[in-house]
């Protein structure tokens, strides 16, 4: 059978339609729900960072007119959510929504429910704490001190996890190498920030709860609110109509978040809560905290021979929904790109006296890169190579792959040589001449996308399924609605998913409808739109679903016309014999026979309908190339990004327009992580709560250019693209500060590169927290 004339959706830039909603304040924001008789929720935070919560009296809240509800720790006792990625000897495997024991400063202690915000925010002011403080303990060092405090006393240590991945005779090949760079880096706290801040509307009519919330995975969010408040998982449904940014801060529920479907419960009406600006800092997940101890070496001729790190990671006050992950994929994506004999990571996670930390977009992928790539740099630079030469003298060719790596990586396809050839040569530096020093830094990766193989991630201690199902209907009339469990969160999935249904069917775009985010109505999925995956597992089972729509709808047509299948072509709106356009039946009349059951071949089932479960059997390996030109003020340490150039490959680009808006977005974050983005805590566990962003002004013009080598695993050849913008730009970035200011190069370690930092490492200073 030919292709219609609706196939060339799939590499098109069609414009995201998404956007007209988005644009014109239409867009299902849970900010916008408006429910009668909504109640509104404030949290009540811990002011200290480490102690016991000694007294909680409420008496002076009751006065307070329009006050429902105080929810204490007594209260919700029992109540608790699943660390769904577990660590080797990992002692939790949950964590309680209000505990009385203070971990970090932020952690929720109490709920105020009220008939108006202002009431709520009143009485919660009212709520009398009592505490016995304990000292804080904060940073890895200090959680790794014999002598430091113990947050789990009975643990008899601040370890969470240590285990040691990769080559055992790692240590021999670098102690016989001509040639060994070592170098620790350490990497600030970033925090994602999405465009809408987390938010909730809980409702419960005595049989069902219904949740109405800013998620990246419903179902995740479904099943852990239920088991959480002891409710039959058919019993509680997720809505989630727009995320506003999820960037992987959304990708679980909350324990504020469960605390208002538990008021919900209680009270028997709406309660709404949003968290505050002030509180984002301390009660959204931040990530990237980390060291790294790190040894690359090489022989006398500039080939890599080993690689080893040592990962400690600072998972906060408690292990969090994804726990030790984001630092072990940092310890199994080390290796990158390149060719190396040996790879081990030791990798461990401690707890400390701050907020916990989960997922940001990249996932342990930008530290990886970072001390991968200036690693390489600083090679270079002892050795007189030229930083691209070497690295080219080193990358696996398209003929090296497919290959698994050190650290059991299957690379699928590619050409990472070539990224980097390309990237070199768009490269224009900028001549100016102003007394800022300059330089020019390249880093490569490879990305990890479309987590799903749900077997390997059984085997590596997450607790959750990978496949993902897509429902495809042509309904009577020929109009076509797609159904998936994975959610939108601004990445334009609502768009592409059309684009595959409508290219694969044969079907006008303009009649394809897409169905997300609610758990009553779409097919399940355990993990949602994390990882660079929505597209290629969601999308994979789209893309077999629609294959056998199509096929069936020919079936149909053949039998009718009395034709065979493979002489029919879709062209417009209709199924035609080839060449013959009045031998032909429209879709809206096969759509309707199938429906009643007319005229339909023998053994074929009413309907046009397929639902298809897609589960991978591996990950799929998108790659990149990225590098930046730096100025460098000496006087101030200021460093400014002056150019930005990326190449990257996704697999087959299903929309290229979303893939480079991906990769421009994914950049500025990681030119934030760069130069700007911590939060730092002082000795005794406070946030500094100034944080800063990158705005306009620090980001330059960004040029992409885009790659195409199809995954030879998943149904339409798609790799993932929501992560690969931030993983390059901070080692782009480290490297080209490090090109401009050679004399410190081997002091270029950690990030942000602040201006105080620089000017520190200028002057031979240690800079100062924050």
Known sequence: MTEGTHGTRVGARTPRREDARLLTGRAGYVGNVRLPGTAHAVVVRSPIAHGRLAACDAKEAWTVEGLLDVITPGDAAAVRLPCVTLATGQRHTSYPVLDETVRYA?????????????AAADAAGLIDLEFDELPAVIGIERALDPGAPLL????????????????????????????????????????????EPRGIVASFDGAELTIRTSTQAPHHVREHAADALGLTHDRVRVISREAGGGFGGKEHIYPDEVLV?????????????????????????????????????????????????????????HPSNVGISPFAVTAVMLPGPYRFDRVAVRLRGVVTTTTPTGSYRGFGQPEATWTRERLVDEAARRLGIDPVE????????????????????????????????TLRDLVVPPARDDGRRRGIGFSCHVEATGVGPSM?????????????????????????????????????????????????????????????????????????????????????????????????????????????????????????????????????????SAWRGWDLPEGTSPGLEERVSYDPVAYTFAYGAHAAAVAVDPETGAVEVEGYWAVGDSGVLVNPAIVEGQLRGGIAQGIGMALTEEIVYTDEGQPITEYLLPTTREIPDIHVVMLETPSPITPGGMKGAGEAGTIGPPAAIGNAVAAALPEVADRVTSTPLTPEAVWSLLRHEPAAPG
């Open 106 to 118: 932020g952690q929720p202690l109490v709920l105020v429910v009220a008939e108006t915000r202002e």
């Open 152 to 195: 789990y006393p009975e643990w008899g240590t601040n370890l969470v996890t240590d285990s040691v991945l990769g080559d055992p005779d790692c240590d021999e090949a670098i102690a016989g190498a001509e040639h060994v760079v070592e170098l620790t880096f350490g990497f600030g706290r970033a925090s994602p920030h999405p465009i």
């Open 390 to 421: 070497l690295r080219l003298r080193n990358l696996l060719g398209p003929g090296d792959l497919p290959c698994t790596t050190r650290t059991w990586q299957p690379y699928d396809s590619g050409d990472y040589p070539l990224a980097l050839r």
């Open 261 to 317: 479907c538990l008021a919900a419960m209680r009270l028997g009406r709406p309660v709404s809560w949003t968290e505050s600006p002030g509180d984002r800092l301390v009660a959204t997940l931040p990530a990237r905290a980390a060291t790294h101890r790190a040894r690359l070496a090489l022989d006398a001729d500039g080939r890599f021979v080993a690689l080893h790190a040592d990962v400690v990671g600072d998972l906060g006050g």
């Open 456 to 592: 390997d991630m059984k085997a590596t201690g997450m607790q959750a399924g990978g496949y993902e199902t897509a429902v495809l209907r042509m309904e009577p009339d020929a109009s076509v609605v797609v159904s998936s469990g994975v959610a939108a969160m601004g990445q334009g999935i609502e768009t592409t998913l059309a684009q595959i249904a409508a290219d694969r069917v044969g079907v006008p775009f303009e009649r394809v409808r897409v169905v997300l985010g609610d758990t009553a109505v779409t097919p399940y999925s355990s993990i949602g739109s994390i990882a660079s995956r929505s597209l290629v597992v969601g999308g994979g089972a789209l893309t077999q679903a629609a294959a056998r729509l199509r096929d069936k709808i020919v079936a149909i047509a053949a039998h009718r016309l009395e034709a065979a299948p493979d002489d029919l072509e879709i062209v417009g709106s209709a199924v035609q014999v080839r060449g013959d356009p009045r031998t032909a039946l429209t879709l809206r009349e096969i759509a309707t």
